[in-house]
Each structure stands twice: as C-alpha cells, then as structure tokens.
C-alpha cells in the first residue's frame, strides 16, 4: 500500500505560482511513476503531469507545458508541482497518484494509477 497525502492548494490570482506538495509512505517509489491529475466541476478528471521516480524524466500535458513544472525529493519522498502563471481555466482540485508499473512511457490515463491522495483545491481568481 501507498499513500498520499496533497497540500498546498489555495486561492491565487491569475498569474500568480502556487506550489503542490505529495507526501508518500508506505512503499519505496523508486519503480514508481507519479502523476498529477485535476477535476474542475462538471468536467472529467484530467492529466497534468507525470514523473519516473527512478530518473527524473516528465511529461506534461499540453496545456500546462512551459507553465508546471513536476519535481520530487527522495530524501523526503515527496513530489511536488510547481505551477507559476496560474490561469482561471487552471482551476480544479488537483490530485496526486502513484503508478506502479515501470513503463517505458509513463501514462496520461487516471486508469492506471493505483493510488490516490485525497485532492486539494487551486482556485485561480481573474
């Protein structure tokens, strides 16, 4: 079992950075990919971000590229997203998730993530 706990959500004005935090316990995560994800209202859960915890590579949805940037700390086996020109459209609980399959490329798709945090809101004020 992992689990993972979010923080760092919060209202912000557009433009502004708000940076997410992802603490993991329970397993080590070195074959381990980790992902953001978010949910605005009415809307499916998206694809954010994703990292192999092994090496270091990401990837990056679109509409966040240039603008996220995902990160994590082995030393305290957390993943974090740093989100700077924060837009209204960015607005969503966004939620951390732990793959456990070492895929080559990691997914985009919420479906294949084993575990989930419990989410914690972005708000972006225009």
């Known amino acids: 079992q992992v689990q993972l706990v979010e923080s760092g959500g919060g209202l912000v004005q557009a433009g502004g950075s708000l940076r997410l935090s992802c603490a993991a316990s329970?397993?080590?995560?070195?074959?381990?990919?980790m992902g953001w994800f978010r949910q605005a209202p009415g809307k499916e859960r998206e694809f954010v971000a994703a990292?192999?915890?092994?090496?270091?590579?990401?990837r990056y949805s679109d509409s966040v590229k240039g603008r996220f940037t995902i990160s994590r700390d082995n030393a305290k086996n957390t993943v974090y997203l740093q989100m700077n020109s924060l837009k209204p459209e960015d607005t969503a609980v966004y939620y951390c998730?732990?793959?456990?399959?070492?895929?080559?490329?990691?997914?985009?798709?919420?479906?294949?993530?084993?575990?989930w945090g419990q989410g914690t809101q972005v708000t972006v004020s225009s």
């Open positions: 998730a732990a793959d456990s399959l070492s895929r080559v490329l990691m997914t985009t798709r919420d479906s294949e993530y084993d575990y």
């Open positions: 990292i192999r915890w092994s090496v270091g590579t990401t």
């Open positions: 329970g397993r080590t995560l070195s074959r381990y990919s």
